[in-house]
């Protein structure tokens, strides 16, 4: 596996591997990598003869007072978990290289609509962040497929809109969210939460599926489900963001015609925001 920080050296690897006619595939991370991330690798392995991971802790898609200076970096473990692997490439680029003209020059990507609502609406600037980011890696890295967890499902469909949009051309591959035993999201920030925390954490994901649950039996009152769902989560020791039923097709409200849906949900735990989603047809 080689390690590349310069945004050239990756360029010149690009062009061999163009003339060679490999297949790219590409799984951009934040580091501090578990199984959820590692899927995505073995995914990326299935479909392309080269494979490369990017770890860069975005500071645009981070607001002023999150946890950008407390992101865990883990980098010693994560470069050997993906050598073992057989990952092509590592791409650690560096911020200066990245935002050579300073965050409040750079030029950015947002995708209307989309990044506005639901985690959007509660971490503003948030999805231009990532959209920028994932744009001006994909112009780096020039994959023919990219792979990101559902977990983050509003997250990815900004990506697929973004490169929609602008006629990019590669192909988003979504991949089910790793769990624990215990049904919690696999996160970085799992990371935060001490032992009482990650007790009840899992809770969330409970809920979500209780919630699932009432509705395909044919519970149709949805903001009292809600209300009521967000309550237990409170009783419980959280102090709920949201949760949102929406279309999964347009993360628009849920009309009649809708039979493919999804739940979204943030709540924190302690100081740890955590967040999930659960899709169901109706």
């Given at each position: 596996m080689r390690v590349i920080q310069d945004i050239d050296a990756l360029r010149e690897t690009r062009r061999a591997w163009r003339a060679s006619e490999e297949e790219i595939a590409f799984v951009p991370t934040m580091g501090n990598l578990h199984k959820g991330h590692l899927r995505l690798v073995e995914e990326a392995k299935k479909v392309s003869s080269k494979v490369v991971v990017s770890i860069f802790v975005n500071p645009l898609q981070f607001g002023p007072?999150?946890?950008?200076?407390?992101?865990?970096?883990?980098?010693?473990?994560?470069?050997?978990?993906?050598?073992?692997?057989?990952?092509?490439?590592?791409?650690?680029p560096k911020i200066d290289d990245i935002y050579s003209r300073g965050i409040e020059q750079q030029t950015f990507v947002e995708v209307p609509g989309l990044s506005y609502m639901i985690c959007g609406a509660s971490r503003p600037g948030h999805f231009r962040g990532v959209a920028t980011i994932v744009c001006k890696l994909f112009n780096m890295v020039q994959p023919n497929h990219a792979f990101f967890g559902e977990k983050d499902f509003q997250q990815l469909q900004v990506i697929k809109a973004m490169v929609t949009d602008l006629s990019m051309n590669l192909i988003i591959h979504g991949i089910p969210t790793q769990r624990h035993e215990d049904g919690l999201a696999m996160s970085s920030r799992n990371g935060y939460l001490d032992h009482e925390?990650?007790?009840?954490?899992?809770?969330?994901?409970?809920?979500?599926c209780a919630l699932r649950d009432r509705i395909k039996v044919g519970a149709r009152n949805f903001s009292e489900?809600?209300?009521?769902?967000?309550?237990?989560?409170?009783?419980a020791g959280f102090n709920p963001d949201y949760i949102e039923l929406r279309?999964?097709?347009?993360l628009m409200q849920v009309g009649h015609e809708d039979k493919d849906l999804v739940i979204l949900a943030a709540a924190f735990c302690g100081k740890t925001r955590l967040i999930d989603n659960l899709r169901f047809a109706i």
């Open positions: 007072d999150e946890d950008l200076d407390a992101y865990p970096k883990t980098l010693e473990n994560d470069t050997a978990a993906l050598a073992a692997l057989d990952v092509d490439v590592l791409f650690m925390q990650r007790a009840i954490a899992p809770l969330l994901y409970l809920e979500l489900l809600i209300a009521a769902a967000k309550q237990r989560l409170s009783d279309s999964a097709q347009t």
